[in-house]
Structure formats: structure tokens, C-alpha cells
């Protein structure tokens, strides 16, 4: 079983900043991959950042890129988020995701933190 907890989120003022932590225990040996999403009201889930696990590779989506930020801490397994300039329209429930390996997409999620960035 894997286990994600995120921590972090918060209300900010637009232009501010926060940092997403998100901590995993478990069968961390299978990651294939761990990711940070968002959904934002009445919009679909949207892939943010994600680390492949094996290579330490980090891929940021290009609508936060230059902006938000993605890190690994191996020792502790745990990613963050770093987020910098926020708009308006990141505001949403940022959730950790995690796809095995020989799985079939992301099987395992966090909670959820909330991010809301008010102008």
C-alpha cells in the first residue's frame, strides 16, 4: 500500500508564493512516477509537475512553468511545489499522485491541499 499526506496549501494574496509538500511511505519501490495535480471549480483535473522516480527527471507543465517549481527529497520521499508568482486562476485543491510500476496511470492519491489565490 502507498501512502501520500500533502501539507502546505493556504490563501495567498496574487503574486505571493507557497510551497507543496507532499510525503509518501509505502511501497515507494514501485513508483514509477509522483506528480502534482490541480482542480480548479468546475474544471477537470490537470497535470502540474511530476518527478519520474528512477531517473529523478522533472517535468513542469507550461502554463506554471517559470513559476512553480518541483523538487525531490529521496531521504525523506518526499516532493514539494514550490509556487511563486501566483494567479487568480491557480487557485484550486493541488493533489499528489503516484503511478506504479506496471500499472496502469496514477493508482494512488493524496487528500488534497487547498491553494487559493485571491487577486
Known amino acids: 500500500q502507498v501512502q501520500l499526506v500533502e501539507s502546505g496549501g493556504g490563501s495567498v494574496q496574487a503574486g505571493g508564493s507557497l510551497r507543496l509538500s507532499c510525503a509518501a511511505s509505502?511501497?515507494?519501490?514501485?513508483?514509477?512516477?509522483m506528480s502534482w495535480f490541480r482542480r480548479a471549480p468546475g474544471k477537470e483535473r490537470e497535470f502540474v509537475a511530476g518527478v519520474r522516480w528512477a531517473s529523478g527527471k522533472i517535468s513542469v507543465d507550461d502554463s506554471v512553468k517559470g513559476r512553480f517549481t518541483m523538487s525531490r527529497d529521496n531521504a525523506k520521499n518526499t516532493v514539494y511545489l514550490q509556487m511563486n508568482n501566483l494567479k487568480p486562476e491557480d487557485t484550486g485543491l493541488y493533489l499528489c499522485?503516484?503511478?506504479?510500476?506496471?500499472?496502469?496511470?496514477?493508482?494512488?492519491w493524496g487528500q488534497g491541499t487547498q491553494v487559493t489565490v485571491s487577486s
Open positions: 509505502g511501497r515507494t519501490y514501485r513508483f514509477a512516477a
Open positions: 499522485g503516484v503511478s506504479a510500476l506496471g500499472g496502469t496511470g496514477y493508482e494512488y
